[in-house]
C-alpha cells in the first residue's frame, strides 16, 4: 500500500480506523485535538459507521470510551496531558475494571508549554494506575503501536495509555498502512460484576491487575517496541524513550550510536535491557520528554551505585522539551557555533483576530470596571485568555478550565467585590456548570460573562456542547431569571453593553451576562461551506 | 540529497503551503521526509515556523539541530531574523522584504532590512509586490517558494508538477497563477544572485 503523509496524531487516528474501532470520544486540547478531527472528517471512518464525537469534557468522553468497551467492542479517547487530571477519576478506576473490548487512551504531552498551563508527564499516570504504557517514537510507530494497543488490551483485558508529545503529535512523515480489521460485535463481559466496584469486588478486581503486573513487565522485555543496540564505546550507556531516541540518533552520522543504547517505547520499563546495560556501562544517561521518570527509578533515594546523567544533575535541563541540540549537549558534543537573535527582533504574541467579539466583551467590561480597584476578574481558558495581554489587560487568573466561576466565589465569599468570572460557551459545559450551581446554593455574589461564540475556538472551532442551552442550564441551575442577560458584543451596541456591566456589578447576587456573536472564523468557514453547498444543489 | 529548511512567517500567511509543495515534491522523488509544524495559540496572528526536513536517507528527528539549517524561507521580514541560530554558515536566507505589521512595537524596516543584509547568504525580494503586479496578490509565498528555487536542488518542472498535486483540485486558473507567481520569484533570485556573485 502507498505511504501516507500523517502526522504522528493522524497516524495514530488512521490506525484506529484500521484496527476496527467503533467509537472515539474526545474533548479538544492541543496537540490531541487532530486525532479525533481525522476521524471526525475521515470519509472511511463514516463508511464503516464509526462514532466520532466532540463531548462535554474529557471525563465524560473517557467514561463513554469504557461503556463501548463494556459492550465488547473497541473505543478510544484523546485528550491533552491536563485532560487526564479531568479524567483521572475514570482513569484511575478503569485500570480497577479492566476492559472488555479493545480500550485506548490517548494523551498528547506539551513540554516547554508550547500551548499549555504546565508540563505534566502522563507517563507518572500510567505508572500510577499500572496501566502499560506506549509512547512512539516515530509516526510509523504511532501507527504499528495503536494497532498493537487495542490487541494488547483485549489480551489481557485492560485499557492501554499512549503518550506522546507535542512534536511527534504536530509533525508530519510518511506512514505505511497495515491490513484493516472488522469492529467486533456487541458482547457483554463474561464477568457480570467485572465493572461494579464495590469494595469486594474491587478488591478481587485490584488483585488481579496486580497479578497482571509481571506478565506486562514480561510483554515489555519480548517488545519490539523496546529494544537493546549495543556499540562498543561501554564508558557511557544510554536509555532513550519515546522521540528522545530520534534526536540521539540525529547526532551520530548514519545514526550509528557508539554506545549501548536502550530504546524504550513501551512500559514498564524493560528491565532485561535496563539491567545489561547498566551492568555493562560505567555511567548511564537517561533522555526523556518531560519527567525524569526513568531517571529517577535508576538513581534511587539514595543516588548509590553509578552515576545516572540526566534532568536530575544538569546534563539536561530540568524543564522544557528536548532537541537535538540539548542532547548534543549531554553527550559533550562541542555547540555548533550559531548566531544570535538580532536585537531589532521582537515578540510577536498571538492576539485576537480582528473583529472578534471577545474584544468588545472585554472593551466594555473593562469600562464597566474602571471605578473598582484592580483584580476582579476571573478568567479561563480559551481565546478570551488572550485578554490578559495588552491592549486589554482585562483578567487576572487563568489556571484550568472551570476555575474562573469557582475562584470568583472564594473570593467574593469571603467579601471581595465585585468578583468577575469570565468564561467561554465551551469552558462552561466542560467544567463551569458545577460551579455555577454552587454559586446558585451557596448565594455567592459573583458576576459570571459566559462568552458565549458557538464554537469552541482556541483548538480550532470544534462545535460547542453549550449551543443552543445556555440559558436553559443557567435558569435549571437556579440563577434568576432577570439576572440573565445576553448581549450583542458589537461596538455598535457597546453603550447598551456597558449599562448592563454596570447594573450587574451593583447587583448582590449570582448574575449571568451572556455575550453572544459567533467568531469570525468559524462564520467565515460556515459561509464559505454555505456557499459551496448552495453551488452543488444548482 | 539532504535539506534541512525553517520555514517562517505570521500566522495565515501560508508558509504551511510552501512546505506543502516542497513536501509534495520530495515525495515524488521518493524521498524520506520530517515536516513538524505549529498549531494551536500561535494562530491567531502570532509568529509561526515549522521544520522541514528532505533526504535520500531516513530522517530521524523531527527537528532541526540548531547552526545546521540548510536554509530559512521566510514570508516575513523580521520573522526570517528569528530563526537566524538555526541557520547554518554556509546556509542561505530567502525572504519576503514586506513587513506584516501587527504589533505595536514593529521595528523600523530600515533596522530589519540593514539586518538582513548582514546575513552572508540572502535572497531579499518584495514578494507581496511581485504577486500583485501578476494580479496573485494571494501568492507572495509562491514567489517566496520561487525564490527558494534554485537552492532546493530540485529541477523547477518538478516544483511545477508539486504545485499542480497541490492546487489541483483548486482548479486551473489558480494553479496557473501559482505557476507564475513561483517562475517571478525565482527569476528575481537568479538575477539577484548574480549580482551577488558579481
Ligand atoms: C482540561 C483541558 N482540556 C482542554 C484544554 C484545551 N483548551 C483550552 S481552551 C479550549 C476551548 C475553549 O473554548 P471556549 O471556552 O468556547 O472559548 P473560545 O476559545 O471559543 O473563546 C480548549 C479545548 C485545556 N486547556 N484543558
Ligand atoms: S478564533 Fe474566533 S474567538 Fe478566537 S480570536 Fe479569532 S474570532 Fe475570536
Known amino acids: 500500500m502507498q505511504k501516507l503523509l500523517l502526522l504522528g496524531d493522524e497516524a495514530i487516528a488512521q490506525a484506529a480506523i484500521d484496527a476496527g474501532l467503533s467509537a472515539i470520544y474526545a474533548y479538544p486540547g492541543t496537540p490531541s485535538t487532530e486525532i479525533n478531527e481525522y476521524i471526525y472528517h475521515s470519509r472511511e471512518a463514516k463508511e464503516k459507521g464509526i462514532i466520532s464525537s466532540w463531548v462535554a469534557n474529557e471525563k465524560t468522553a473517557m467514561e463513554a470510551a469504557l461503556g463501548v468497551s463494556y459492550a465488547g467492542k473497541r473505543a478510544m479517547t484523546a485528550m491533552k496531558h491536563v485532560g487526564l487530571n479531568v479524567a483521572a477519576d ?208 535508576l538513581r534511587g533515594m539514595l543516588s548509590r551505585g553509578k552515576s545516572v546523567h540526566g534532568r536530575l544533575d544538569g546534563f539536561v535541563p530540568r524543564d522544557g522539551e528536548l532537541n537535538p541540540s540539548i542532547v548534543a549537549k549531554a553527550l559533550g558534543f562541542a555547540e555548533v557555533p550559531s548566531v544570535p537573535v538580532p536585537d531589532v527582533v521582537v515578540g510577536r504574541p498571538p492576539s485576537l483576530c480582528g473583529g472578534c467579539p471577545h474584544i468588545y466583551t472585554y472593551n466594555a467590561l473593562n469600562e464597566a470596571l474602571t471605578e473598582y480597584a484592580k483584580g476582579r476578574v476571573f478568567s479561563d481558558i480559551g481565546c478570551y485568555t488572550l485578554g490578559a495581554l495588552e491592549p486589554f489587560d482585562a483578567i487576572n487568573t487563568c489556571v484550568d478550565m472551570g476555575a474562573s466561576i469557582t475562584m470568583a466565589k472564594g473570593a467574593a465569599d469571603v467579601g471581595l467585590s465585585p468578583a468577575v468570572a469570565v468564561i467561554g460557551d465551551s469552558t462552561f459545559t466542560h467544567s463551569g456548570i458545577t460551579g455555577l450551581l454552587d454559586c446558585v446554593n451557596d448565594g455567592s455574589n459573583v458576576k459570571v460573562l459566559i462568552l458565549d461564540n458557538a464554537t469552541t475556538a482556541m483548538t480550532g472551532g470544534q462545535p460547542s456542547a453549550a449551543t443552543g442551552r445556555i440559558e436553559a442550564i443557567c435558569k435549571g441551575l437556579g440563577v434568576e431569571d432577570t439576572h440573565i442577560i445576553v448581549l450583542n458584543p458589537s461596538p455598535k451596541y457597546h453603550e447598551e453593553n456597558l449599562a448592563i456591566m454596570k447594573k450587574e456589578l451593583e447587583y448582590q447576587g449570582v448574575s449571568v451576562i451572556i455575550p453572544r456573536r459567533e467568531c469570525i472564523q468559524t462564520a467565515t468557514k460556515r459561509k464559505k461551506s454555505e456557499i459551496k453547498a448552495k453551488k452543488a444543489e444548482l | 540529497m539532504k535539506k534541512d529548511i525553517i520555514l517562517a512567517g505570521v500566522g ?187
Not at chain 2, 506584516?100 to 512595537?105: A, D, L
Open chain 1, 90 to 297: 475514570p482513569f484511575m478506576n478503569s485500570a480497577i475494571t479492566g476492559a472488555n473490548g479493545g480500550l485506548l487512551f490517548v494523551a498528547c504531552d506539551d513540554p516547554s508549554m508550547h500551548s499549555s498551563q504546565n508540563e505534566q508527564d502522563s507517563r507518572c499516570y500510567g505508572k500510577f494506575a499500572l496501566l502499560p504504557i506506549l509512547e512512539p517514537a516515530n509516526q510509523q510507530e504511532a501507527y504499528d503501536m495503536t494497532r498493537f494497543a487495542f490487541d494488547f488490551s483485549e489480551k489481557y483485558g485492560v485499557p492501554v495509555l499512549m503518550r506522546l508529545t507535542t512534536r511527534l503529535a504536530h509533525s508530519r512523515a510518511g506512514v505505511a498502512r497495515s491490513e484493516s480489521r472488522e469492529q467486533n460485535p456487541l458482547s457483554l463481559p463474561a464477568n457480570h460484576r467485572q465493572f461494579i466496584l464495590l469494595p469486594v469486588n474491587a478488591r478481587r478486581q485490584y488483585k488481579k491487575l496486580l497479578g497482571q503486573f509481571p506478565e506486562f513487565e514480561r510483554e515489555s522485555e519480548v517488545s519490539g517496541f523496546n529494544s537493546y543496540e549495543d556499540g562498543p564505546d561501554t564508558r557511557l550507556g544510554i536509555i532513550a524513550c519515546g522521540i528522545a531516541y530520534n534526536y540521539l540518533k540525529e547526532n551520530y552520522p548514519g545514526g550509528k550510536v557508539p554506545h549501548p543504547l536502550v530504546k524504550v517505547g513501551m512500559y514498564p520499563c524493560p528491565k532485561n535491557h535496563i539491567t545489561r546495560l547498566y551492568e555493562s556501562c560505567d555511567e548511564i544517561l537517561v533522555l526523556e520528554d518531560g519527567h525524569p521518570l526513568i531517571e529517577e527509578l
Open chain 2, 12 to 198: 495565515g500567511q501560508g508558509i504551511l503551503s510552501i512546505a506543502a509543495t516542497i513536501g509534495m515534491a520530495a515525495i515524488k522523488r521518493g524521498m524520506y521526509l520530517k515536516q513538524s509544524e505549529v498549531h494551536g495559540m500561535s494562530q491567531r496572528g502570532g509568529d509561526v515556523s515549522s521544520n522541514l526536513r528532505i533526504s535520500d536517507e531516513p530522517v530521524f528527528s523531527d527537528l532541526i539541530p540548531r547552526g545546521l539549517a540548510d536554509m530559512i524561507i521566510a514570508v516575513e521580514p523580521m520573522e526570517s531574523l528569528r530563526h537566524l541560530p538555526m541557520l547554518s554558515p554556509e546556509g542561505w536566507l530567502i525572504t519576503n522584504i514586506k513587513p506584516y505589521i501587527n504589533i505595536r512595537n514593529y521595528p523600523e524596516i530600515e533596522k530589519v532590512l540593514a539586518e538582513l543584509e548582514k546575513v552572508p547568504h540572502h535572497v531579499a525580494l518584495d514578494a507581496d509586490g511581485i504577486a500583485r503586479d501578476l494580479g496573485a496578490a494571494k501568492s507572495a509565498n509562491m514567489v517566496i517558494l520561487g525564490a527558494a528555487a534554485p537552492f532546493l536542488s530540485f529541477s523547477f518542472e518538478q516544483l511545477e508538477d508539486a504545485i499542480r498535486s497541490i492546487f489541483g483540485r483548486k482548479g486551473e486558473e489558480v494553479i496557473r497563477i501559482n505557476l507564475e507567481a513561483l517562475k517571478a520569484g525565482r527569476d528575481v533570485a537568479i538575477s539577484s544572485t548574480r549580482i551577488q556573485a558579481g
